[in-house]
């Protein structure tokens, strides 16, 4: 389980394609608190870690990306040079200061605009049909594994939508939310009490 709350930005440093694609990230964690085996969001994608190297504030770290996870994923996430959004999992005790995020990536958005906010911007992303029914004004979203609260949804002629979220200044320097532009493509996770409501009013139907 995650919070939505990045703590560091990494870099795809290699690109491997075995039996699945195994890709190589460097970042500015501590191995030593890396386990092998353990659970990283890479941009809201829940990887297992099966190497790891490097020294304090150079480390690296391997993750398998299964044929799956590419395909429910932004379409040329997976390269060099690509920066990810970095949560290891939440621990007992730790401070949940977004939601509770799974790191099972839903679907992939599309940033629609981009308008400055006072300090922040507004940032507005369609939704594909089959996710647009999760979506709700003050509800919780998860955008490349970044915690965020949904400020308006327009639903659309297709039964596709609209929504927007605020970035504030902090968010889009720590992350790679402030970097976006329209047409670029982020990985969607709805608010997983969303889901599991749609799922209870769907079998009352």
């Given at each position: 389980?995650?919070?939505?709350?990045?703590?560091?930005?990494?870099?795809?440093?290699?690109?491997?394609?075995?039996?699945?694609?195994?890709?190589?990230?460097?970042?500015?964690?501590?191995?030593?608190?890396?386990?092998?085996?353990?659970?990283i969001a890479c941009s809201g994608t829940c990887l297992t870690v099966v190497?790891?190297?490097?020294?304090?504030?150079?480390?690296?770290?391997?993750?398998?990306?299964?044929?799956?996870?590419?395909?429910?994923?932004?379409?040329?996430?997976?390269?060099?040079?690509?920066?990810?959004?970095?949560?290891?999992?939440?621990?007992?005790?730790?401070?949940?200061?977004?939601?509770?995020?799974?790191?099972?990536?839903?679907?992939?958005?599309?940033?629609?605009?981009?308008?400055?906010?006072?300090?922040?911007?507004?940032?507005?992303?369609?939704?594909?049909?089959?996710?647009?029914?999760?979506?709700?004004?003050?509800?919780?979203?998860?955008?490349?594994?970044?915690?965020?609260?949904?400020?308006?949804?327009?639903?659309?002629?297709?039964?596709?939508?609209?929504?927007?979220?605020?970035?504030?200044?902090?968010?889009?320097?720590?992350?790679?939310?402030?970097?976006?532009?329209?047409?670029?493509?982020?990985?969607?996770?709805?608010?997983?009490?969303?889901?599991?409501?749609?799922?209870?009013?769907?079998?009352?139907?």
């Open positions: 389980m995650f919070t939505g709350i990045v703590t560091a930005i990494g870099t795809i440093q290699e690109v491997r394609q075995t039996g699945d694609l195994r890709i190589v990230i460097a970042c500015p964690f501590d191995p030593e608190t890396i386990a092998i085996g353990a659970s190497d790891k190297g490097g020294s304090k504030g150079d480390c690296w770290f391997a993750v398998d990306i299964s044929a799956e996870s590419v395909a429910r994923t932004v379409p040329g996430r997976w390269e060099q040079g690509t920066r990810l959004n970095l949560e290891p999992a939440l621990k007992l005790g730790d401070e949940l200061g977004g939601h509770i995020v799974t790191g099972h990536v839903d679907g992939v958005g599309t940033v629609v605009s981009v308008e400055p906010q006072g300090d922040s911007h507004r940032f507005t992303f369609a939704a594909s049909a089959d996710l647009a029914p999760y979506l709700a004004p003050k509800g919780s979203i998860t955008i490349d594994g970044v915690s965020l609260t949904v400020n308006e949804v327009a639903d659309q002629a297709d039964g596709a939508c609209h929504f927007g979220v605020n970035i504030i200044p902090h968010t889009g320097e720590v992350t790679t939310l402030g970097a976006l532009t329209p047409g670029d493509g982020v990985n969607l996770e709805i608010d997983v009490l969303a889901r599991y409501l749609q799922r209870m009013q769907s079998l009352r139907g």
